[in-house]
């Protein structure tokens, strides 16, 4: 699937459909069909696989910025420490926040091909779900998740683009359609990018534009496979 700049920004939301039984999730028409094929191939294998969230609008992605550039959210290390952003340079809080919330209009999930999935009948009694990796670790509560996602994404057409950690920090939850995804990435586009957020009301915009080259390339350009 071929996106238009409007829709891989997370501004135009008419490429997806609702996932069946899954609702409010919304995704591509491809996606939604290869996701519940997984979910049904899990649950047969006694695997429980939910969405814990799928598309998400420049809107929403701009908001979670904005509460973070402006210490209304909480921005943290690899260690999970919790880091002050009022202490940081303008180039060190960008790459904090951008470690694990991508810039809108460079998310993942405005395209509708990419979702975050979880077992909720292995979630504990009480426990929120908190998307950190020790949940999908070895010894985390979510490990025959993993294990099952491992030997069987592919199979799928899905695979996990965060697993690095370089850029990006690494997200085992996170899963991609990649036969959409791969034809998206290859139609992104700067200037569409740069005109989008002079347009939006982002918190450090002028910091943004002024390192947008930048970013583009160490978070998008070279880092394709790690957008959050």
């Known amino acids: 699937m071929s996106l238009s ?5 997370g501004v135009d939301e008419s490429h997806l459909v609702c996932v069946p039984d899954n609702p409010p999730h919304r995704l591509t028409m491809a996606t939604a069909q290869a996701f519940v094929r997984l979910q049904q191939a899990a649950a047969s294998d006694g695997i429980q696989l939910a969405i814990a969230s799928s ?7 701009l908001l979670i910025w904005n509460g973070k550039y402006l210490g209304q959210r909480r921005v943290h290390d690899d260690a999970g420490n919790t880091l002050e952003m009022s202490q940081l340079t303008t180039t060190q809080k960008l790459a904090a926040i951008m470690r694990f919330s ?5 998310s993942r999930h ?3 091909t990419d979702l975050d999935v979880y077992a909720p009948d292995r979630l504990p009694a009480g426990q929120a779900l908190q ?8 010894t985390g509560y979510f490990a025959p998740l993993t294990a099952w996602l491992d030997n069987n994404l592919q199979r799928f057409g ?3 683009p965060f697993t690095t950690g370089q850029a990006v920090a690494a997200e085992p939850w996170h899963i991609s359609f990649q036969e959409e995804a791969t034809t998206i ?3 992104l586009d700067y200037s569409a990018l740069q005109q989008q957020l002079e347009n939006s009301s982002i918190a450090g915009k002028e910091d943004i534009l002024e390192q947008l080259s930048v970013l583009w390339q160490r978070y ?8 959050s």
């Open 185 to 187: 990435i290859a139609n």
């Open 131 to 138: 998307l950190e990796p020790w949940e999908y670790a070895t």
């Open 55 to 61: 598309y998400r609008n420049f809107a929403r992605q």
């Open 220 to 227: 998008v350009m070279s880092h394709t496979d790690d957008i």
């Open 158 to 160: 899905f695979f996990r």
């Open 5 to 9: 700049a409007a829709q891989w920004l």
């Open 102 to 106: 991508a810039l809108p209009g460079t």
């Open 110 to 112: 405005h395209w509708g």
